[in-house]
T-cell receptor
Framework: DQQVKQNSPSLSVQEGRISILNCDYT??????FLWYKKYPAEGPTFLIS?????DKNEDGRFTVFLNKSAKHLSLHIVPSQPGDSAVYFC?????????????FGKGTKLSVKP | ETGVTQSPTHLIKTRGQQVTLRCSSQ?????VSWYQQALGQGPQFIFQ???????GRGNFPPRFSGLQFPNYSSELNVNALELDDSALYLC???????????????FGPGTRLTVL
């Protein structure tokens, strides 16, 4: 049973427009959420995170929104650039609880067209 | 400061064989976590080692084992390989126990294992 779900395997966006990547989770014990970006032949790199005590966190062009009641988070990239083309993973943590480590979704492949 | 490195890049084994994958953590990082990423899936936590002892394991059988050495290197060993073990294996190092929000994990590029 998947605890972290990314239901869109792929997303295509025009350069300059907004990219919105979505993630849902089922475990109410998760209290910290992260987004990782992965290019081919490289390991995932940390992008942005959010604690469950917040509903929004911004870092430059990247903003993560958390809706705890809906158990949903989203990553907004504005404006999107061709270099943003990568696979984006949503991950969740229960901060040292029973999960032991990060729980990842399956990823969404973002393609930003010039 | 060097990043996390893994070797080999690619590996082909046959069913029933044993394999050892290697990881070199960032200097000063006393925790290493291993993940398995099957095709089309996200990384799945195997186990983590903290100060050379296993500290937390995911839903993987005992034929997956590991070692961590004082020089920030570590190994993932898999015995009796099965076809479903074919995947990308990622290691990640952190300053302290992973799974806590204040301990960011830094991933290596992975080892692609194919089991025939």
């Amino acid at each position: 049973d998947q605890q972290v779900k990314q239901n869109s395997p792929s997303l295509s966006v025009q350069e300059g427009r907004i990219s919105i990547l979505n993630c849902d989770y089922t475990n109410s014990m998760f209290d910290y959420f992260l987004w990782y970006k992965k290019y081919p032949a490289e390991g995932p790199t940390f992008l942005i995170s959010i604690s469950s005590i917040k509903d929004k966190n911004e870092d430059g062009r990247f903003t993560v929104f958390l809706n705890k009641s809906a158990k949903h988070l989203s990553l907004h990239i504005v404006p999107s650039q061709p270099g943003d083309s990568a696979v984006y993973f949503c991950a969740a943590s229960d901060n040292g609880g029973s999960q032991g480590n990060l729980i990842f979704g399956k990823g969404t492949k973002l393609s930003v067209k010039p | 400061e060097t990043g996390v490195t893994q070797s080999p890049t690619h590996l082909i084994k046959t069913r029933g064989q044993q394999v050892t994958l290697r990881c070199s953590s960032q200097s000063g990082h006393n925790t290493v976590s291993w993940y398995q990423q099957a095709l089309g899936q996200g990384p799945q936590f195997i186990f983590q080692y903290y100060r050379e002892e296993e500290n937390g394991r995911g839903n993987f059988p005992p034929r997956f084992s590991g070692l961590q050495f004082p020089n920030y290197s570590s190994e993932l060993n898999v015995n009796a390989l099965e076809l479903d073990d074919s995947a990308l294996y990622l290691c990640a190092s952190s300053l302290g126990l992973a799974g806590f929000s204040y301990n960011e994990q830094f991933f290596g590029p992975g080892t692609r294992l194919t089991v025939l």
